[in-house]
């Protein structure tokens, strides 16, 4: 029989956090006096994974004469100590070692599982947990003779300290003012050199007129910075009022290690300045921070970044294996993680293309990042970036009504900050949309795509999204070589802009050179595999496919295009008509169908009025209709 559990009370409650302790239902167990049993019993209960018996060997062993042997004799103490009648929480199967605590309580993991879920965590939640995280991970448990527990448990005590911070951060922005000093007191106390601590204090101080207060802490603090090698000259700024601007993510990436990996290290930032959606520390920061051996979590609080990127980069049976992973710094939650394996030999000849594929990924999952985080906020409390990604995620769903409320977003951030350039083109990007799509008078909305393009280019020159939008303005009004020139120029400013190179092949596809249109969104679809627009790169592949002449293969593009939920008319009307020239007529047909179910009555003229195809593309197009009665 399963012991019996008082109501609300957890049958097993371990404290990592502080001195290990244990107890079963509010009584204190009494520890072996092993270290080595404590600190198997705390890395298995942090471990996210089953452990293997060789791992933990040379995890607490530093060449013992029998390793597998002691471990088991750890492993029955554990039992004694663990186990109940009727449940085994120390499991051993095959060569692997776990422990079963999912219906326990960890203290460490409820503070991982807070901070991983702050939204939705009340102060009346946070106050017992940041109280019970005061302790510092398994205090007076280290194993002078076990270097490698040595290092596992000083990135574990880094880890909790910067949750505890974060949890501290989250209370400072929800208690009564009463309690939002001591707050950030501890809060700093947990990570003195953290920017928001500080930045928080000085904004407390000054709502409550402790002006002398707020100029010492400036002073000292300044100080503590420059003696730690830091650029303190931040706070004087921190203290003065800030204009209305535009802030941007930002993102450091640590360095990857090794010859190649400070390459990688160099052109993923390089790469990602060039983008200009994201602020980027500058290399030299990084690196310093990391010849001090401070944590990527460290870093990402010292440097008030809102993104980390880590990596790490190593040979393996002939192979160069590179695994890369971004975390907000806030949660310590893991955004997005992945493995990149090349030939060892022709490493130096991937390079770009590799570095292209972890730039683009960066971006593209902060954006996504940033698109769900707007989307939580009160528009009455958007700033000028939150408004901007607001906008985004009304304006990649491609109906009407979303494209207007994107407009007001985009507009919204205009207002907010003048300069904000990617916001300009992102406005004239909706009105494309209401020329494309037919949603309102066509003259107007070129019009005021053009003029928002102009606007954007005229405040930043060098972003990609200036010229990105200006070419889709000067491809409305007819002026493709212009269009293509502006394109070209915004993939030559930042070759990872993935939209750029998509929408490149979107007007050669109609009118240009299909054969380099291909390559274009081939290599749009390569950088960004999960883009909101890849109905239209499916579509682009499809037109330039059909006036090569290859109906089959615009066919297979086709169906990828009817298989994406936010698919426009345009692109569907693509896709039924590649269908019919390929004659798969009822694929075709339950295409038509499902456009007519939107637009009814769409005929054939409302997609020539749409696109801009030349004599070749426009026959194939013809033919196609006429076969799916279209035509009339």
């Not at 471990?47 to 492993?75: H, K, M, V, Y």
């Not at 390079?351 to 683009?360: K, Q, R, Y």
């Not at 309102?440 to 070129?446: K, L, N, Q, V, Y």
């Not at 003029?451 to 000067?474: C, F, K, N, Q, Y």
Request: proline share 4%; hydrophobic share 45%.
């Amino acid at each position: 029989m399963v012991t019996s559990v008082e109501p609300g009370v957890e049958n097993l409650q371990i404290r990592l956090l502080g001195p290990l302790t244990i107890a079963r239902q509010g009584t204190a167990i009494v520890l072996p006096r092993s270290r080595k049993v404590r600190a198997l019993l705390a890395y298995l209960a942090l471990a996210p994974r089953p452990c293997s018996r060789s791992g933990l060997c040379e995890l607490l062993w530093d060449l013992p004469n029998d390793p597998r042997g002691e471990l088991r004799w750890c492993l029955s103490k554990l039992r004694a100590l663990l186990d109940e009648p009727g449940r085994l929480r120390v499991v051993t199967a095959g060569q692997t070692v776990s422990l079963d605590l999912h219906d326990c309580s960890v203290d460490a993991m409820d503070l991982a599982r807070a901070a991983g879920r702050l939204d939705s965590v009340a102060p009346d939640q946070l106050r017992p947990l940041v109280a019970s995280s005061a302790g510092e991970l398994l205090e007076g448990l280290e194993l002078a003779s076990s270097p490698a527990f040595g290092g596992w448990l000083i990135a574990q005590r880094r880890r909790f300290r910067d949750l505890r911070a974060t949890l501290l951060e989250r209370l400072a922005a929800c208690v009564p003012d009463v309690e939002v000093v001591s707050t950030i007191e501890a809060w700093l106390e947990s990570a003195p050199l953290d920017r928001r601590a500080h930045q928080a204090l000085l904004g407390m101080l000054a709502r409550q007129g402790r002006l002398r207060d707020r100029e010492e802490h400036v002073r000292v603090t300044q100080q503590r910075f420059e003696a730690e090698g830091l650029d303190g000259s931040w706070l004087r700024e921190a203290s003065q009022p800030a204009a209305e601007r535009a802030r941007h993510a930002s993102v450091a990436i640590m360095p990857f290690g090794g010859e190649i990996g400070e390459a990688i290290t160099h052109d993923v930032i390089t790469r990602l300045a060039k983008l200009r959606s994201l602020f980027v520390i500058a290399e030299g920061t990084v690196l310093t921070l990391q010849r001090r051996g401070t944590s990527p979590e460290e870093a990402g609080r010292l440097l008030d970044v809102d993104y980390i990127v880590s990596g790490s980069v190593r040979r393996d049976r002939g192979q160069l294996a590179v695994t890369v992973e971004l975390s907000q710094t806030r949660t310590s939650r893991i955004v997005w993680a992945d493995d990149f394996r090349r030939e060892a030999g022709a490493a130096f000849e991937v390079m770009d293309e590799l570095n292209d594929s972890i730039v683009a990924s960066i971006a593209s999952e902060i954006e996504i990042s940033e698109r769900n985080r707007a989307i939580l906020i009160s528009p009455s409390s958007l700033d000028a970036w939150e408004a901007y990604h607001r906008g985004l995620w009304h304006v990649y769903c491609f109906t009407k009504l979303d494209n207007d409320r994107a407009r007001e977003f985009f507009e919204l951030a205009t207002t907010r900050d003048p300069t904000f350039a990617r916001a300009y083109s992102a406005l004239s990007f909706a009105h494309f949309q209401q020329a494309f799509n037919g949603w309102g008078d066509r003259a107007t909305e070129i019009l005021r795509a053009h003029e928002h393009a102009s606007r954007s280019i005229l405040l930043d020159d060098r972003d990609p999204s200036a010229h990105w939008a200006m070419g889709r303005a000067l491809w409305l009004r007819g002026k493709h070589d212009a269009s293509v020139a502006e394109l070209e120029q915004a993939v030559d400013l930042s070759p990872n802009f993935a939209q750029g190179h998509y929408t490149l092949a979107f007007v050669l596809g109609q009118a240009g050179d299909a054969n380099v249109a291909i390559s274009a969104v081939d290599r749009a679809r390569r950088l960004s595999p999960f883009d909101p627009l890849l109905f239209g790169m499916f579509a682009a592949r499809a037109t330039a496919l059909m006036r090569l002449g290859r109906f089959d293969e615009a066919a297979r593009s086709a169906m990828q295009i009817a298989g994406r939920p936010n698919a426009n008319v345009p692109s569907l009307a693509i896709a039924a008509l590649s269908l019919a020239l390929a004659d798969q007529l009822d694929e075709a047909r339950t295409v038509l169908a499902s456009i007519r179910e939107r637009v009814p009555g769409y005929r054939l003229d409302d997609f020539m009025q749409a696109f801009q195809l030349d004599e070749a593309g426009e026959a194939a197009f013809r033919t196609g209709a006429r076969r799916l009665g279209l035509a009339h």
